[in-house]
């Protein structure tokens, strides 16, 4: 299900949440409205948010605005979102490649949120925390093809998004196709399957 957190109190960290600003590129108010219905950031004077890159916030606050973007403007911002995302968020220094690029999503997703007040994953320890969903990683055999099943509340196209420019990092070329035969949190359903070819 999109836009649902799995369980309450998990934050996410400024920089990540940043990524909504920067998704809607030239018409930042619009940006800033949804973040502002949705209690997210300072509203500064001039009506324009503040989203500080070290303050933490609520990831049901942050969801809550995804879903009146989704509603209000549609989901190729959320693409958009998606996109801006690795410009954005903090991501592990092994990724060289696409495979190591693919499955650094969920260990990035990982450390750009908290719960309990502790980053979900410590570097040191390899150690990873329960409680929102994962970034799938499978790589088939012989081919350039990666499957990757996200069960996460965020939307559909925002992890298209996310997919795609982890993907380009290394392979421009490389495509990203939902799979409109598995479930879709569109639907209401768990997960979302994406098919990455290069
Ligand atoms: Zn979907």
């Given at each position: 299900m999109q836009f649902l957190s799995f369980e309450k109190g998990i934050e996410v960290n400024g920089q990540t949440v940043y990524a909504i600003v920067d998704g809607f590129k030239l018409i930042k108010s619009l940006a800033y409205k949804h973040l502002k219905e949705a209690g997210v950031g300072e509203v500064e004077k001039d009506e324009s948010v503040k989203i500080n890159p070290s303050t933490w916030y609520s990831q049901e606050a942050w969801l809550k605005a995804f879903e009146s973007i989704s509603k209000e403007v549609g989901d190729s911002v959320l693409y958009q979102i998606g996109l801006a995302i690795p410009r954005n968020a903090k991501f592990p220094p092994w990724v060289v490649d696409i495979d190591t690029a693919v499955q650094s999503i969920d260990v990035a997703y990982h450390m750009n949120h908290r719960k309990g007040g502790r980053e979900m994953f410590d570097p040191t320890t390899g150690k990873m925390l329960e409680g929102i969903g994962h970034y799938g990683y499978n790589r088939i055999t012989g081919e350039n093809k990666i499957i990757s099943v996200c069960e996460n509340p965020y939307p559909c196209e925002f992890d298209k998004g996310i997919l795609t420019t982890m993907a380009q990092?290394?392979?421009?070329l490389a495509k990203v196709k939902h799979d409109d035969l598995k479930p879709c949190r569109k639907k209401g359903q768990k997960s979302c399957t994406y098919v990455i070819t290069w």
């Amino acid at each position: 299900m999109q836009f649902l957190s799995f369980e309450k109190g998990i934050e996410v960290n400024g920089q990540t949440v940043y990524a909504i600003v920067d998704g809607f590129k030239l018409i930042k108010s619009l940006a800033y409205k949804h973040l502002k219905e949705a209690g997210v950031g300072e509203v500064e004077k001039d009506e324009s948010v503040k989203i500080n890159p070290s303050t933490w916030y609520s990831q049901e606050a942050w969801l809550k605005a995804f879903e009146s973007i989704s509603k209000e403007v549609g989901d190729s911002v959320l693409y958009q979102i998606g996109l801006a995302i690795p410009r954005n968020a903090k991501f592990p220094p092994w990724v060289v490649d696409i495979d190591t690029a693919v499955q650094s999503i969920d260990v990035a997703y990982h450390m750009n949120h908290r719960k309990g007040g502790r980053e979900m994953f410590d570097p040191t320890t390899g150690k990873m925390l329960e409680g929102i969903g994962h970034y799938g990683y499978n790589r088939i055999t012989g081919e350039n093809k990666i499957i990757s099943v996200c069960e996460n509340p965020y939307p559909c196209e925002f992890d298209k998004g996310i997919l795609t420019t982890m993907a380009q990092k290394f392979q421009p070329l490389a495509k990203v196709k939902h799979d409109d035969l598995k479930p879709c949190r569109k639907k209401g359903q768990k997960s979302c399957t994406y098919v990455i070819t290069w």
